[in-house]
């Protein structure tokens, strides 16, 4: 860039120097001894000195206005080119706060979608789960039952506490011919006897008790079945057959409870 100064505005300074120099050199070398013309000749000078003081200060204008304008011509491309640098950040951080945002919304949707899927998989499971069969204890008993089983035998239950004892033997008897191989078969004969007995239904409630001990002789109510047995054979009048079924039941299960009521029983009964 100084070459290109040096080589655009050398001419002028060398000659303005040179023009100073011809000047001086012209002046008449007999002035220095008249004082009129040493003094026309000093003018002369001083005017030539101003003139060129004059062209001077005129071409250092005119070099500072051309190297001003040379300085502006080199940094308007740099310039232009910082303002498009600054133009294209300002775009991208435009295009950023637009993905941002966006991916933002997008994480809310997912999040969302989530959501949604863990509560469709909690509602399917919970209703495979009522369809699914499940392990359960009656009486000491562990089994597995389905969940419609389960339903009708609670069903039968309820209508029990109720005391609706005859509708409570009703459901038990259907509930034993719909599942013959359930495990809730034994208590469900079991308390379709207790139904039947406190519907004062003695013969049918021997036949409910007989039938549980029959199909699980080792059921755990069986003892409360005999007694409950010889309890209905005293209320037909059959002392002779209630003492029989006491006398197995304390033979058959001498440290139960019902072994222990049914030897009080046979005391009163003597």
């Not at 863990?118 to 789960?129: F, P, T």
């Amino acid at each position: 860039m100084l070459g290109a100064m040096s080589s655009r505005f050398g001419l002028s300074l060398g000659a303005l120097s040179l023009a100073g120099l011809l000047a001086l050199a012209s002046a008449p070398a007999h002035a220095i001894f008249g004082d009129d013309e040493a003094r026309r000749a000093i003018l002369d000078l001083r005017a030539r000195v101003d003139a060129n003081q004059a062209a001077s200060e005129a071409a250092n204008k005119a070099l500072e206005a051309e190297l001003r304008k040379f300085l502006e011509e080199q940094a308007a491309p740099s310039r232009r080119g910082m303002l498009d640098l600054i133009n294209q950040l300002e775009a991208l951080r435009s295009e950023l706060a637009v993905l941002r945002g966006q991916n933002e919304q997008l994480m809310r949707d997912v999040a969302e979608l989530q959501r949604q899927q863990a509560d469709l998989k909690g509602s399917v499971d919970s209703r495979l789960r009522t369809f699914e069969p499940r392990e359960v204890t009656v009486d000491g008993v562990e089994f597995v039952a389905q969940p419609a089983e389960t339903a009708e035998f609670e069903a039968a239950m309820a209508v029990l506490r109720q005391s609706q004892f005859k509708e409570a033997a009703a459901l038990y008897g259907q509930f034993v011919l719909r599942y013959p191989n359930s495990g809730y078969v034994p208590t469900a004969l079991y308390w379709q006897g207790n139904a039947l007995y406190a519907a004062r239904e003695y013969q049918p409630a021997i036949q409910a008790y007989r039938s549980m001990i029959a199909s699980s002789p080792t059921h755990p109510r069986v003892p409360e079945s005999l007694l409950a047995i010889a309890n209905c054979q005293l209320e037909l009048k059959d002392a002779r057959a209630a003492k029989a079924t006491l006398e197995a039941l304390i033979k058959a299960h001498p440290q139960s409870e019902a072994a222990n009521a049914a030897r009080d029983r046979l005391s009163r009964m003597r």
